[in-house]
């Protein structure tokens, strides 16, 4: 999944978009199956879905704000129409991250902006994975995720940070990142959390069967979603 992200990363224009698109509408799938959403709602959502996404083609230059202002407006419609105030918010729970990695990817560093926001959230979770492992102790939300522990956040903040560090100055983005990296690996893991808090009221283990023994897109983009946030809105409020 890394390589296929990297390269159409790399690609950009319609590459990227159509990955970011694919997976947007992946995640709100399993978003509904989660929040048991009938088929009319899930079909309403879908079709009101696509269009703020269609406006971050990247043909249609300069449309980002117009599409998350399409999003919010999709989104409060599935409430009204829909009447699934839930799945409105799916819409923007997965619409808003999309939007901002496509607006990441179109800025003059955009390869290494995007890069970064996603390997932040990359080397958090195998970073966690192996520090958890090997040191163990203390859980960190045991009624939320009884195998995230202590030492698997900090050593995902450390994952964070060489990552972020080593892409941050090949990039030559700003020395903000040197810090912030850490502080996303944070978000990552709170956004990790949430996802397993969406899981355990639905009663399931995975969001969906996407990859056998790893979940649905929802499990492994689940970090993303508040990073890729954060990140565009920092870039947009020329924080960054």
């Keep these: 999944m890394i ?3 990297v390269l159409a990363l790399w690609l950009g224009g319609t590459a990227f978009w159509l990955l970011s698109v694919l997976a947007a509408m ?3 799938a399993e978003w509904a199956g989660l929040m048991r959403c009938s088929s009319r709602q899930i079909l309403l959502a879908m079709i009101l879905f696509g269009a703020p996404l269609a406006f971050l083609l990247p043909m249609a230059g ?3 704000r117009d599409a998350v202002a399409l999003l919010v407006g999709a989104a409060l419609l599935v409430m009204v129409l829909g009447n699934s105030g839930r799945l409105g918010a799916g819409l923007l729970y997965v619409g808003l991250p999309t939007a901002g990695l496509i607006f990441l990817r179109e800025q003059p560093a955009g390869i ?4 970064w926001t996603l390997a932040i959230v990359w080397a958090t979770d ?3 994975y192996f520090a958890g492992r090997a040191i163990g102790g203390a859980k960190l939300a045991p009624r939320l995720s009884p195998n995230k522990t202590w030492a698997g956040l900090f050593g995902g903040m450390a994952g964070a940070l060489v990552i972020g560090a080593l892409i941050a100055l090949i990039g030559g983005l700003p020395s903000a990142c040197l810090w912030l990296a850490p502080l996303m690996a944070v978000l990552a893991q709170m956004g990790d959390l949430f ?3 969406l899981k355990r009221k639905a009663g399931v283990k995975d969001s969906g069967r996407l990859l056998p023994g790893h979940g649905g897109a929802l499990d492994r983009l689940d970090g993303v979603v508040p990073v890729a946030v954060l990140m565009s809105g920092l870039v947009a409020g020329g924080v960054l």
């Design 195 to 197: 996802e397993s808090w």
């Design 3 to 5: 390589a296929v992200a």
């Design 126 to 128: 195998i970073g966690a």
């Design 62 to 64: 300069g449309a980002d």
């Design 26 to 28: 992946l995640m709100l």
């Design 112 to 115: 290494a902006l995007t890069l």
